[in-house]
């Protein structure tokens, strides 16, 4: 038999299953010879019918008509078969050669300096505005029949969703958006370079807010309004023991009216003096006692990434003012639980603060 990989399923010779080898690639079929005058009945898996229905379907019926046995019906078949999937190779070179040519054109016009990096399905811009040299990073996610789908952009900037037909329209639409927040990068650029950063870990310009350190173990989370970053917060919010935070709200309730023609740092220090934590040469300086004011007492660390409670801040603090000290919620918990002196009453654990032992409480944490 020329088809070795075909065997007979029965005496007559009328019903043969094999592997029928196309363009190196094996395919299970089936053959069931009816009556002389009938066209054979051809089974197989999903891709081979698929192949067979684009093909010219009177063509293929008078070709498989005229083989009267199995071996000419396979290489009739064999042939039809591999005239597809060789149009189908034209045809996805040719797609991807079109893809490739139309990113290469894009990326020749918007300008190889501006690519930070490229691959076959993602493309990273770095961005610099003209005035303040800010460099800010573009995302690209090319798909794979793209010019005729559009990209999928996210960027490092206050609108983070970018909706654009082409790379070209994306990085035009990033500079006016770039240009558009530059009072509010100018803004945010003042708080990160003068005040103590809690949050953030890595402060950038898609966030409009800043959680900022104060003295005694409290911070300052300010939000602002990315088109008028200079008015008075979006959203303002104190964290720390409770008679160290009602000093700062009562500061900023009494504080003169926020000053729109003054930055939002010019404004808190102007309202929060010497207990704003600020970097070396601006006042109060941040120091390794300020870092030590700031990180969890038990752990040492300001953030915690807690495998099964999220991200953690030691908001937990001592309310003896002498001590002062902040803890991680799980922190503090598990010294809690494993201290002999703690009591529990329903969800809450009572023991002594590690620094001081004053009284402290924490819910568990389940």
Not at 35 to 58: K, S, V
Not at 266 to 291: E, H, R
Request: proline share 6%; charged share 25%; hydrophobic share 35%.
């Amino acid at each position: 038999m020329e088809h070795p990989l075909f065997t007979p399923l029965d005496a007559e010779g009328k019903t043969y299953r094999g592997f029928l080898p196309v363009h190196n690639k094996e395919y299970l079929i089936q053959v069931h010879f009816l009556n002389d005058n009938d066209l054979p009945l051809i089974y197989g898996e999903p891709e081979i019918q698929r192949l067979l229905q684009r093909c010219d379907t009177e063509q293929v019926k008078r070709r498989l008509a005229q083989c009267g046995d199995i071996n000419p019906l396979l290489a009739e078949l064999k042939e039809i078969l591999e005239q597809e999937t060789t149009n189908d190779a034209d045809i996805l070179d040719t797609s991807f050669s079109r893809r490739y040519k139309a990113i290469m054109t894009e990326l020749m016009t918007i300008g190889f300096d501006k690519v930070q990096d490229f691959s076959n399905d993602r493309v990273t811009f770095s961005l610099t505005d003209a005035m303040q040299q800010r460099r800010h990073t573009i995302y690209a996610s090319i798909p794979a029949n793209y010019p005729l789908t559009t990209p999928k952009i996210t960027a490092q900037l206050p609108i983070t969703n970018v909706s654009a037909t082409t790379l070209t329209n994306a990085v035009e639409q990033c500079y006016r958006i770039i240009e558009r927040y530059q009072p509010l990068f100018s803004c945010l650029d003042e708080l990160d370079q003068h005040t103590r950063i809690l949050d953030p870990e890595n402060p950038g310009y898609d966030e409009a807010w800043r959680r900022i350190a104060l003295i005694n173990h409290c911070s300052l989370h300010i939000e602002l309004h990315p088109d008028r970053p200079q008015e008075q917060p979006k959203a303002i919010r104190f964290f720390g023991n409770e008679k160290s935070t009602k000093i700062l709200r009562d500061m900023w309730q009494h504080a003169s009216q926020w000053d729109p023609s003054a930055t939002p740092f010019q404004n808190i220090k102007s309202i929060f003096g010497d207990k704003l934590v600020l970097k070396s040469g601006q006042g109060s300086v941040f120091t390794d006692n300020a870092a030590a004011d700031i990180e969890c007492g038990i752990c040492y660390i300001y953030k915690l990434h807690h495998e099964t409670h999220g991200d953690q801040n030691p908001d937990v603090v001592c309310t003896n003012d002498q001590c002062n000290r902040g803890f991680h919620p799980s922190c503090l918990y598990e010294w809690l639980r494993s201290n002999p002196t703690t009591t529990r009453s329903f969800n809450v654990l009572f023991g002594n603060c590690p620094y001081c032992s004053e009284k402290i409480t924490i819910k568990a944490i389940l």
